[in-house]
């Protein structure tokens, strides 16, 4: 699946205002016998989903209490998040795996301070400008902090491929020298 560009997200906001929502809660262990980015979303918070008053809208923005995320490392957490609808998610801290998980695949973890968190939630709805690092919403608006190299990445569509693809005159460039000088350690055979 190709990243999309993550430029502004705007729309309805669903909100799960629990801490510490592990990864095994996002997407339970039974589904991840596959290593396709799709089919996830209809898994997503499995067991929760069973409960009488469980609803969570696929709104493009989700809101979420601290430490979301953590647990182990599975890719298939936000695959699952991604393919119900999300595209950002927004809370006052995120487990670093995850985090990174995240961005990997075009969706954009925002950390926010937790009195902003709940001003969103509260609201419904919001706007996220990846461009301008901020999120907008009626009442309020709050900066937030990117590593640079991510909001690249996210700007521009780009998964490790497309960044490495980026690279394509430098490796090029490399291929020819190693080529005419050969490699850079001997190569010996012994019989």
Same mark, same amino acid.
């Given at each position: 699946m190709p990243v999309q560009a993550v430029l502004t997200v705007a729309g309805p906001v669903s909100t799960l205002m629990r801490d510490d929502v592990d990864t095994d809660q996002i997407m339970p262990k039974q589904?991840?016998? /596959? +290593? #396709? /980015?799709?089919?996830?979303? =209809?898994?997503?918070?499995? *067991? @929760?989903? %069973?409960e009488p008053d469980w609803h969570l809208p696929a709104n493009p923005i989700l809101v979420t209490g601290r430490n979301f995320g953590c647990g182990s490392s599975r890719e298939h957490a936000p695959w699952g998040l991604e393919d119900y609808g999300f595209k950002v998610l927004i809370a006052p801290s995120f487990a670093d795996i995850f985090r990174s998980n995240c961005t990997k695949i075009g969706l954009l973890p925002v950390e926010l301070p937790e009195a902003d968190v709940q001003a969103i939630a509260q609201a419904g709805e919001a706007e996220v400008d990846? =461009?301008? %690092? #901020? +999120? /907008? @919403? &009626?009442?309020?608006?709050?900066?937030? *902090?990117?590593? &640079? #190299?991510?909001r690249h990445r996210l700007l521009n569509g780009l998964d490790d491929i497309g960044v490495t693809l980026g690279q394509a005159d430098a490796i090029e460039a490399y291929e020819r020298d190693r080529d005419e000088h050969g490699p850079p350690t001997p190569v010996t055979t012994t019989l």
């Open positions: 589904f991840l016998k /596959r +290593v #396709e /980015r799709t089919g996830f979303g =209809e898994f997503l918070f499995h *067991d @929760w989903a %069973q990846l =461009e301008a %690092q #901020e +999120v /907008r @919403w &009626p009442g309020g608006s709050a900066a937030f *902090d990117i590593h &640079p #190299e991510t």
